[in-house]
């Protein structure tokens, strides 16, 4: 168990070299994963902490993307956006290959975070109950984090009301309708999460949030 926490934490630590705000984003999307996890669907104690690892490590295959990339305030060229959507297929094969303990659904869910639930994502173009449950949960709080918080290529950015109201609009097409429906339920919980994470980040590192 040890070996397998301090391989955990060596990734992570890695990523918050590599890419700051790529780990920042990674920290608040497991909170918000775990409050829909566990408030919307249920999962059982195991199932979130293999949920919470997986919304932990759903961008670690950014640590392939060139910084140049990551960084890149303007739109992306059709190159760029070309290797960006390759980072679910890194992160996937970079787990499978150095952590073989991990069980094979968050393997899937970290390959499968930017499937749409109308199969016009990718990388496989997997439609409705197809997509991993794990990647149906952190699509939802990828997309409210990404909206809510300002980062390279964002900006501007929605208040988590309005955030909500976008996921909400999408149900159906990008996001699962069972978790749509019972979004904006959530919204208190969230906002005092986001705070709370952002108040022990900010102790640890002044002003980055």
């Not at 992570?12 to 909170?31: A, F, G, M, P, W």
């Not at 890194?90 to 290959?97: E, K």
């Not at 390279?152 to 609009?169: H, K, M, P, R, T």
């Not at 959530?186 to 709370?196: G, Q």
């Amino acid at each position: 168990m040890e070996t397998i926490m301090l391989k955990i934490l060596h990734y992570l630590q890695n990523l918050k070299e590599y890419h700051l705000d790529t780990y920042l984003h990674s920290i608040r999307v497991s909170i918000l994963a775990n409050i829909i996890g566990e408030r919307v669907v249920a999962l059982s104690s195991s199932e979130l902490d293999e949920l919470v690892l997986c919304a932990q490590f759903h961008d670690i295959g950014k640590l392939k993307i060139s910084k140049t990339i990551l960084n890149k305030s303007q739109n992306l060229n059709t190159e760029e956006w070309y290797e960006i959507k390759k980072h679910p297929a890194y992160g996937a094969v970079l787990l499978r290959r150095d952590m073989l303990y991990l069980p094979q659904n968050v393997i899937e869910g970290i390959y499968s975070h930017h499937e749409y639930f109308n199969g016009k994502g990718y990388p496989m173009g997997l439609k409705g109950e197809d997509i991993n449950i794990y990647a149906r949960i952190i699509a939802v709080a990828d997309a409210i984090d990404a909206m809510t918080h300002k980062r390279e290529y964002v900006s501007s950015v929605l208040s988590l009301a309005n955030a909500l109201n976008e996921v909400v609009n999408c149900k159906g097409t990008q996001f699962d309708p069972f978790i749509c429906e019972k979004i904006m339920d959530l919204e208190k919980e969230f906002r005092i999460s986001l705070l709370y994470i952002k108040e022990i980040i900010n102790s640890q590192m002044p002003g980055l949030m």
